[in-house]
């Protein structure tokens, strides 16, 4: 079956640097995204990997690897603002995005 | 980035009525819209895929009779949850993708209906 697998819940402090995990199993694979979501919001757009490495965007970056079916999210100089839910979601070869259940991220000062 | 809008925001019915969700995409025609639950604590459940102009393509234990969806033009679709039952009360978002384009979804700001 299709599975996307990522922590429930992360707990970080707020300057510093974390790293969101996720793996996939799909049939097919024709990318992988990350969504940002704060608590009663709709998910908003982060980034998008297909081919193997890193993309940077502003204070965050994303990493994907195929082969290991791996991909993380990397948020840098944390702000209290960052605490969120962030969604990981793999499209597979029917271009169909397989959602993660979500990480919440938990900002400390 | 495109936008997509939603509307009602928040909606309160009583058991046993109907309600309807708009979802338009305002700057760019979206031939395939996407409608989502969510549940507390609990990741998008991907409900049904409209398609502009023909019969939208519902997930399995979706019931298409209970959640209506009408795609009639290439900016609006419409989710209607008929007899609207209290285990029904979720957050419904709606998404669409830009034709052309990486597949990024869009979405709109999500209706939470509460149904007393």
């Known amino acids: 079956g299709q599975n996307i697998d990522q922590p429930t819940e992360m707990t970080a402090t707020e300057g510093a640097i974390v790293q969101i995990n996720c793996t996939y199993q799909?049939?097919?694979?024709?990318?992988l995204f990350w969504y940002q979501q704060h608590a009663g919001e709709a998910p908003t757009f982060l980034s998008y990997?297909?081919l193997d490495g890193l993309e940077e965007k502003g204070r965050f970056s994303s990493f994907l690897s195929r082969s290991k079916g791996y991909s993380y999210l990397l948020l840098k100089e944390l702000q209290m603002k960052d605490s969120a839910s962030y969604l990981c979601?793999?499209?597979?070869?029917?271009?169909?995005?397989?959602w993660g259940a979500g990480t919440k991220l938990i900002i400390k000062p | 980035g495109a936008v997509v809008s939603q509307h009602p925001s928040r909606v309160i019915c009583k058991s046993g009525t109907s309600v309807k969700i708009e979802c338009r995409s305002l700057?760019?025609?979206?031939?395939?819209m996407f409608w989502y639950r969510q549940f507390p604590k609990q990741s998008l459940m991907l409900m049904a895929t409209?398609?502009?102009?023909?019969?939208?393509?519902?997930e399995q234990g979706v019931e298409k009779d209970k959640f209506l969806i009408n795609h009639a033009s290439l900016t609006l679709s419409t989710l209607t949850v008929t007899s609207a039952h209290p285990e029904d009360s979720s957050f419904y978002i709606c998404?669409?993708?830009?034709?052309?384009?990486?597949?990024?979804?869009?979405f709109g700001e999500g209706s939470r209906l509460t149904v007393l």
């Open positions: 979601a793999a499209k597979d070869s029917n271009y169909q995005l397989i």
């Open positions: 998404s669409a993708a830009q034709p052309l384009d990486t597949g990024e979804l869009f």
């Open positions: 990997n297909v």
């Open positions: 799909t049939s097919g694979f024709n990318g």
């Open positions: 700057d760019f025609q979206a031939t395939t």
């Open positions: 409209s398609n502009e102009g023909s019969k939208a393509t519902y």
